[in-house]
């Protein structure tokens, strides 16, 4: 008789759920040659968090305010965007923040921090932008995906698959801050948009790397990027600058081992360090100029 083939798993079906093209290393398609890029932070919408979420040891009554970020970045003769700010409607989002802990934590936007007005402003045009890189895969952070109708979109493929399998196996409740089915749907088929999943260590282009980090979601990830200032790291796994350099914990870390590793990482990677939320970036770089 001859062997029988092994039945294809769930794993391989979620692997497969995208066809995904073979990944060189961008220094195998450069020959080493690292490139050098420009990084400007755009505020682009704001909340207030309980203590107890931001950090492990906050005391119950205590808030933070915290920003949403849009991040460009040039360099290469490339534009590449991470988290392309909040969706349109703002509605589905304030009822699961609201829900969480009150009014209190309702987001909340100008006219002029809206995505359009922002790249406008800063003489971006959405349809020549090369990359959407997202952390975490949340609605929050990739609202305004119709905006970049040609931009490959980049995202964790653990996060990818911890999606892909809910929508399989769901909850009673879903999560409400999810990816919207119709953006889940047009990122599998890979039109308009394509899509690549990153690995847990990966390329992007020579000079801008990513690394998983994962704390407080399986899709969040750190982005390094080279810049005549050094080597500015950002992700979303940390709230605010102290979580990075006391360490201090965030309070919704799944693991506070995975969570102070990738603390410690992120502070060896980088000669410059952005926390995603944490208005006192504004601060530092006060026009937003981070490389």
């Known amino acids: 008789m001859l062997p029988q083939a092994a039945p294809v798993t769930t794993a391989q079906q979620v692997r497969t759920a995208v066809p995904q093209e073979p990944q060189s290393s961008g220094r195998e398609r450069t020959g080493g040659l690292q490139g050098t ?24 009554g205590e808030w933070f305010l915290l920003y949403f970020y849009m991040i460009v970045i040039r360099g290469l003769g490339k534009t590449l965007i991470v988290n392309p700010g909040l969706p349109d409607d703002l ?12 009014e209190r934590c309702r987001v909340r936007r100008t006219e002029d921090e809206r995505t359009e007005a922002v790249l406008e402003s800063n003489g971006v045009v959405p349809g020549s932008v090369d990359f959407i890189l997202l952390t975490p895969f949340k609605l929050y952070a990739i609202g305004n995906l119709d905006l970049f109708p040609t931009a490959t979109v980049c995202l964790s493929q653990r ?12 909850r009673p409740e879903p999560d409400p801050l999810a990816v919207p ?3 889940f749907d047009r990122l599998q088929q890979g039109a ?37 200032k050094g080597a500015v790291v950002m992700s979303d796994c940390c709230f605010k600058y102290e979580n990075i350099d006391e360490p201090q914990p965030t309070g919704i870390a799944e693991s506070l081992e995975a969570c102070l590793n990738a603390y410690a990482r992120m502070r060896s990677e980088g000669e410059v360090v952005i926390p995603l939320y944490d208005p006192a970036l ?10």
């Open 91 to 102: 509605s589905e989002m304030n009822q699961a923040w609201t829900e969480l802990a009150g």
């Open 282 to 291: 504004l601060e530092r770089f006060p026009d937003g100029r981070i490389g």
């Open 159 to 170: 996060g990818w698959t911890e999606h892909y399998l809910a929508r399989r196996y769901p």
């Open 181 to 183: 089915e119709p953006i």
């Open 192 to 228: 308009p948009n394509p899509m690549r999943l990153l690995r847990d260590e990966d390329e992007i282009l020579p000079g801008i790397r990513a690394f998983h980090v994962g704390v407080r979601d399986q899709s969040s990830m750190a982005y390094v990027v080279n810049t005549a």
């Open 37 to 60: 890029f420009t990084v400007s932070a755009y505020k682009v919408g704001q909340c207030e968090l309980p203590g107890p979420i931001v950090f492990r040891g906050s005391p119950a």
